[in-house]
């Protein structure tokens, strides 16, 4: 604990992290056991002017997702029920709710674990102790992605491409993107939704099939972006970019 402190003296005196947002304030759910660090987040958190919720455990984190639907979850993997990595793939799974960022928190090191998470849906990773400053910064660009709320008849404009939700249209460079099967459509909007984030393979798949990555066939998800690529051109494929081990990227600017 006095390590995750370290950070914590000067905290108000920064002007950056002490000043408030607009009303109503943004809600945030902190789903953690240990108490010392849900109240550090909890004064933290309210100091930059969130509004805080806390959950002991996993099954009463999900509870408050769906009863709360809060703009943000902060997530320790360490729960006395429920793994964090279950709790998040159960937000992903709920309709409702699956748009909620996730940002995992934890004291855990084990090697290749921020990739694990990444891929099973959540939005960031942080490993404990954190830096205070650093955290509020994650959280606000977690918070600034606006296509974490896009309705689905959205148009969003990008630099070279326009999603027009309303007439399942994608233009790249003002031509139409012709051709496109309904789940090639989601996948590409999705990942131009959440970019620049890099959307682990699982999430599309449950977002876009509803099941996990393993109850599709292993080749479906490389298939579909195969053809994605073909479709909009080769200047438009080299936006989408592989991330080895992890899933897929959107890019304006390859």
Known sequence: MHSILKNLKGFQGNKLLTKTLSPPPTRILVVDDEAPVRSLLDRVLRQSGFHVSSAVNGCEGLECVARENPDLVILDLNLPDLSGEDVCQKIRQTPRIQEVPVMILTGRTTRGLSAQCLNGGADDYLSKPFDI?????????????????????????????????????????????????????????????????????????????????????????????????KKIGAEGARCLKTIPCIGYQWLDKP
Do not use: F
């Open 133 to 229: 400053q650093e955290l509020v910064a994650r959280v606000r660009a977690l918070l600034r992605r606006p296509s974490l709320y896009a309705s689905s008849e959205a148009v969003i404009k990008r630099q070279r491409i326009i999603i027009n939700g309303a007439e399942h249209r994608i233009l790249w460079d003002g031509r139409r993107v012709e051709d496109l099967a309904p789940k090639e459509y989601e996948l590409l909007r999705h990942l131009i939704l959440l970019s620049p984030r890099v959307v682990g393979k699982n999430a599309l798949a449950l977002k876009v099939w509803g099941i996990p990555l393993d109850q599709i066939h292993q080749r479906t998800l490389d298939v579909h972006i195969r053809r994605i690529r």
